[in-house]
């Protein structure tokens, strides 16, 4: 008995978009404002990394392969004295999920690429480089190569400001006296601040205050961003899944 296959719908045949080098040169300079300011928040990490006991090798492989600049941040808290590596671990995988919905979104426009093209350019993606491309996109620009070629600018800024941040870092004996510890605080209070609509936004913030206070008293820092991250995800679905 011979089975038929099922029909191929439009819905599920993947056009490959245009990749040039001119989109990965107009996506490199179109990018070049977001250079600056991801220098600088490697040159942060480089510090913190430097005050942890990192090695220069060590952090500028850490920003090459995990490539995440507030996971790479949390992961720091948890690595002074005795490393916790699970909650290090946990923690770099939570605070990058998002990336999977970043994927979901670009599967439709990088989905008929071959492998080497689309992957290379979903390792360099970034937040800010996944929003401009998006941006370009929606404006009519179909040629992926801009994802490329903004991404490369992000990278680069970041693994050269993470060297630059070590070496400053070596030259500071105590960088909390400027403040440098305190940058993931005040780069997630930035976002919040940003992305805050009403008062039901403020119940995850409260819920995770409350819960990073009792769970520092019973564990380490790195368990503490765990449970404190997952408890606001929890508490931010319960707060909004009617507005779905």
């Known amino acids: 008995m011979v089975r038929k296959k099922n029909p191929v719908t439009t819905a599920e045949i993947l056009i490959a978009p245009p990749f040039t080098r001119r989109g990965i040169r107009h996506g490199f300079l179109r990018a070049q404002p977001l250079a600056w300011s991801v220098l600088l928040y490697g040159m942060m990490f480089g510090v913190l990394a430097s005050s942890a006991a990192l090695s220069a090798l060590e952090s500028l492989l850490m920003s090459a392969l995990v490539y995440s600049g507030s996971a790479q941040m949390a992961a720091l808290q948890g690595w002074s004295g005795a490393p916790q590596i ?9 605070m990058n999920a998002r990336y999977v919905l970043y994927g979901a979104a670009l599967r ?17 993606l970034g937040d800010g480089n996944w929003a401009l491309a998006m941006k370009e996109r929606e404006a009519g620009d179909d040629d992926a190569g801009f994802l490329l070629g903004s991404g490369l600018v992000m990278f680069i ?39 805050f609509r009403g008062r039901r936004d403020l119940w995850p913030a409260i819920g995770t205050i409350f819960i990073a206070v009792v769970a520092a008293q019973f564990l380490g820092s790195g368990w503490v961003i765990v449970l404190s991250g997952l408890a606001a995800a929890i508490i931010g679905y319960v707060a909004h899944v009617d507005r779905a």
């Open 157 to 195: 800024g970041w693994t050269v400001g993470t060297l630059i941040g070590h070496l400053l870092g070596s030259l500071v004996a105590r960088p909390e006296l400027f403040g440098v510890d305190f940058l993931l605080t005040a780069f997630s209070a930035a976002l919040m601040m940003g992305m």
């Open 86 to 94: 699970l909650p290090i671990v946990v923690t770099i995988l939570i």
């Open 108 to 124: 439709p426009w990088l989905g008929g690429l071959d492998a080497p093209r689309a992957y290379l350019s979903l390792f360099l």
